[in-house]
């Protein structure tokens, strides 16, 4: 039987429903934050990606003997295959489909090619189904990361690609003293 919400779970929820809502009035309303508040901001939004790899290590620490080590591997493989290589592959119809280009198209694709989250190792721990399999899935996800989004910004970045969604190889403008050069 899943848990019953507890009245932390629902504050939990109304929290991140509240940030869903005010995010966009803020920006919506150009307001501009303190300094301070800002450089708050985004020196913890620099932490998250090494407090995730950290996490994802004691993730996989604690539970590779309990999960991941006996997990079914030929079927997780199979699943990260059709997960990371298939679905970018599916993507791109879509992503042409709906206009989408340059730089926009280029994340996408590689969004799709993202690993299964450490969350949805949560939710199969909370009720129990498929833990091991989902835990596997997310360690071994994780491991083949970095080379899969490698493979897929090489991809993205021939001319077949690059004409198709217009992911032509993007220039910023350069400030030279007075002058600007492009």
């Excluded at 996490?55 to 620490?61: A, D, E, K, T």
């Excluded at 699943?79 to 994340?107: D, R, S, V, W």
């Excluded at 450490?118 to 909370?126: N, P, R, V």
């Excluded at 498929?130 to 996800?141: C, D, I, L, N, P």
């Amino acid at each position: 039987h899943p848990p019953a919400l507890s009245l932390s779970h629902t504050h939990t929820h109304l929290l991140s429903l509240s940030h869903l809502l005010v995010s966009p009035l803020l920006r919506a309303s150009r307001a501009k934050l303190p300094k301070w508040i800002t450089y708050l901001l985004t020196t913890l939004g620099a932490l998250v990606t090494p407090l995730a790899a950290f996490c994802i290590g004691l993730f996989v620490f604690f539970f590779w003997n309990s999960h991941i080590r006996v997990a079914p591997w030929r079927s997780i493989l199979t699943h990260l295959f059709f997960k990371m290589m298939l679905l970018p592959l599916i993507a791109i119809p879509c992503i042409q489909a709906f206009g989408i280009k340059g730089e926009e198209a280029e994340i996408a694709v590689i969004i799709a090619s993202l690993p299964i989250a450490l969350a949805s190792f949560t939710i199969t721990q909370q009720y129990h189904v498929g833990e091991a399999t989902m835990a596997a899935g997310v360690a071994g996800g994780t491991l083949l990361m970095v080379p899969v989004s490698l493979f897929w910004t090489w991809v993205l970045s021939t001319s077949a690609f690059e004409e198709n969604l217009g992911t032509e190889e993007l220039t910023f403008p350069v400030t030279t003293g007075n002058t600007t050069a492009l």
